[in-house]
């Protein structure tokens, strides 16, 4: 009795270890969606420790997007853009895609106007952020929701 | 690499603020996705885009994989003097092509 009643504790253990194992390995491959704590670290990982506030940039997206896979984004940020005082960069992070980074873009006082576009991924309804890095150090930020109805990355390749 | 489009004034008046915009084909494979073999399609994009005005850096973007695919990017820049815009893309593996536009500054 003993040794069948062990043997079949360690076989469900092994169960138990193995179906650990696979749900981590799926875990591994599956496009795991980043969270808003690792856009938090990303936004550290930019701009260091610098207090960050609302405000002088400006994101555009449309708040409705059919698509996903390209979605129109401007960033324009409230700077005079001179020697003394210029815009130097500027970020776009996101929540939920596989990784929270999206752009960032490094100006001068040479771009003459704080302003750059682009066309985006978006793998889900969430909070876009851009934070821009001035000339003084300090950081500013906007963000914007946006609810995608047919989300990038999951789609199947031709 | 590509095919790249760009458009940048033909002329423009001294310190006048110009919009560049920029097109580069590219699949800016994620490698998220998952291919019919069931296998993840590797990585494939660009991942720096630097513009230059006459050997001076005006503008530069480091891309991730949530940039769409075709790279499209639009900025701007001061005409300082009639000279050349140089425009490169970078992709992962380290290939780069560059591409040129002149302007002239009255």
Redesign the interface.
């Known amino acids: 009795m003993t040794p069948s009643r062990l043997s079949r504790r360690k076989m469900l253990q092994a169960a138990g270890a193995l179906a650990g194992t696979g749900g981590f390995l799926r875990l591994a491959?599956r496009?795991a969606a980043a969270t808003p704590e690792m856009m938090q670290e990303a936004v550290r990982n930019a701009v260091g420790e610098a207090p960050i506030k609302k405000g002088k940039v400006k994101i555009d997206l449309p708040p409705l997007v059919e698509n996903g896979?390209?979605?129109p984004c401007t960033v324009s940020v409230d700077s005079p853009m001179t020697r003394a005082d210029h815009v130097k960069a500027i970020h776009i992070f996101?929540e939920k895609?596989?990784?929270p980074?999206?752009?960032?873009?490094?100006?001068?006082p040479?771009?003459?106007?704080a302003?750059?576009?682009?066309?985006?991924?978006?793998a889900d309804t969430q909070t876009v952020t851009a934070i821009a890095e001035m000339s003084d150090g300090t950081c500013w930020s906007d963000d914007i929701y946006v609810i995608v109805t047919l989300a990038?990355?999951?789609?199947e390749?031709n | 690499m590509a095919r790249a489009l760009i458009h940048v004034p033909a002329t423009a008046k001294r310190g006048e603020i110009i919009e560049i915009k920029t097109l580069i084909s590219h699949v800016m494979e994620t490698g998220y996705r998952i291919g019919v073999t069931g296998a993840p399609i590797p990585r494939d994009i660009i991942t720096d885009f630097v513009c230059t005005y006459d050997g001076e850096k005006v503008f530069r973007a480091r891309l991730f994989p949530a940039i769409a695919a075709n790279p499209y990017i639009t900025f701007f820049t001061v005409a300082t003097a009639s000279g050349t815009l140089t425009f490169s893309w970078t992709d992962q593996h380290g290939a780069t092509q560059v591409q040129t536009a002149a302007i002239t500054v009255e």
Request: hydrophobic letters at 40%; aromatic letters at 2%; one cysteine or more.
């Open positions: 491959i496009p896979n390209s979605v996101n895609n596989p990784q980074n999206v752009i960032s873009v490094q100006l001068g040479r771009a003459g106007r302003a750059f576009s682009t066309r985006i991924r978006l990038a990355c999951i789609e390749p």
